[in-house]
Structure formats: structure tokens, C-alpha cells
Nanobody
């Protein structure tokens, strides 16, 4: 199983970015797709999760600004990030949970700076 994340980059505070992560390979039943992030010197923590039935969860600091969605036909998860703040700067990783295991993407860097 491979996860290919894309969409990171440099954006000014208040701007928007959309991250994508496509899963490929022998995938047996995706139960949840998530985005995590790791800022410099900090632990990796969960940002948002979407389950197979479409339920979503997100951390308090991104509620109202970030939206997670998925396209089951493409095994792809998205993270729409609006009103970005400097504290959102981090490497963002996608993660999927399946019946056969859990998998990580390679990470995409998001830098919010003026």
C-alpha cells in the first residue's frame, strides 16, 4: 500500500491550501482516513479523521477552518485548510486504517508565513 500526499507549500497567513492523499496498492477495506501534522520540535498529532461512513472529527484548534473529506472511488482523502495561521506550519501526513493494517504517507510541508 502506498500513500501519495500532495498540495503543501508556502502560503500567507489567512490563505488557503488543499492537501490530497491518494492510496494505492492492495487495500483491504479502509475504515478511516486521517491527517496528522508535526511541527518542528513537537510530536506528531492528529488533525482530522473521516470514517468509512463519513463521520468526521477534528482537533479544536482547526475546527471551522479545516475540512476533511474523502472520495471512496479514488481512495483519496482531502484536507481543505482555510484561514491558515502561522501555528499551522508543519509537515502534514496522511494515514489510513484498514482491515489489514495502518499506513502512513510521506508527508507534505505546509509553511504559513508572511
Amino acid at each position: 500500500v502506498q500513500l501519495q500526499a500532495s498540495g503543501g507549500g508556502l502560503v500567507q497567513p489567512g490563505g488557503s491550501l488543499r492537501l490530497s492523499c491518494a492510496a494505492s496498492g492492495s487495500i483491504s477495506g479502509i475504515t478511516a482516513m486521517s491527517w496528522y501534522r508535526q511541527a518542528p520540535g513537537k510530536q506528531r498529532d492528529a488533525v482530522a479523521t473521516i470514517t468509512s461512513v463519513g463521520s468526521t472529527y477534528s482537533k479544536d484548534s482547526v475546527k471551522g477552518r479545516f475540512t476533511i473529506s474523502r472520495d471512496n472511488s479514488k481512495n483519496t482523502v482531502y484536507l481543505q485548510m482555510n484561514s491558515l495561521k502561522q501555528e499551522d506550519t508543519a509537515v502534514y501526513y496522511c494515514h489510513i486504517s484498514t482491515r489489514s493494517g495502518n499506513y502512513w504517507g510521506q508527508g507534505t510541508l505546509v509553511t504559513v508565513s508572511s
